[in-house]
């Protein structure tokens, strides 16, 4: 797979999170801050309204490691995420992902990764690194 | 609130995800990949078994800073996250955070993040920043 690969290659998709969304993943995760549900309370804060989890924003880049490229068989080695503005529901995401370097004696991509608001402003930044399945 | 803060502070729940929570996860996050799903392509894999996505149990934490310490009003800066072995649904895990550094001035506190397997093995390891609330 990684003798395919290029650096500066690049996936990306667009998604909105709902309300909806934001409550299914504090059921999972156990994270029911009021900055997610509470209307009132978020009034009180700097983001003045419910902000969707940054570990949810975070994790949208996976459906594109383990689904699209490298695809199937990839392993997720780590993933440094650093929250630059918040993110609200309803609103237009752009996940984005590009190669950075590549090792291929070790088998191992370091991707970019990068959340982009619905004005196209950087959300949220960080780097993946991952191993490609070997066998393709 | 940070003046009330210490290096070595910890806290720590344990939690078992469920396949359903898997499944709930894949759903928000659009992550379907098999490795995940799909015991019989599994069985080809390193891993024998769906395992957890490394991103849902990474999002543990969150529940710890957002709602008990530092609590409501905390702010996420960033996290970072490295897998090293394999998460199961079903199993126990043990979710951990501990104050690394301190710094008043800019109120900001890092803390280590870990998630230890069934076995007692740490399984994830990584850094969280966070900006406790100013007003306590």
Same mark, same amino acid.
């Given at each position: 797979m990684i003798k395919t690969m290029q650096v500066g290659d690049q996936r990306s998709y667009q998604r909105i999170i709902t309300k909806e969304d934001v409550i299914k993943f504090g059921e999972v995760?156990?994270?029911?801050?009021?900055?997610? =549900?509470?209307e009132a309370y978020t009034?009180?804060?700097?983001?003045k309204k419910p902000i969707v989890h940054g570990m949810l924003v975070g994790s949208l880049f996976s459906k594109i490691f383990g689904?699209? =490229?490298?695809?199937?068989g990839t392993i997720y080695c780590s993933q440094s995420l650093t929250f630059l503005k918040p993110i609200y529901p309803d609103t237009k995401l752009t996940v984005k992902v590009t190669i950075k370097s590549i090792n291929e004696e070790k088998n191992r991509v370091i991707f970019t990764t990068e959340i982009f608001n619905h004005s196209g402003d950087l959300a949220l930044t960080g780097e993946a690194m991952l191993m490609p399945r070997k066998d393709v």
């Open positions: 995760t156990g994270d029911m801050n009021p900055a997610h =549900y509470d009034r009180t804060t700097m983001f689904m699209e =490229y490298p695809g199937v």
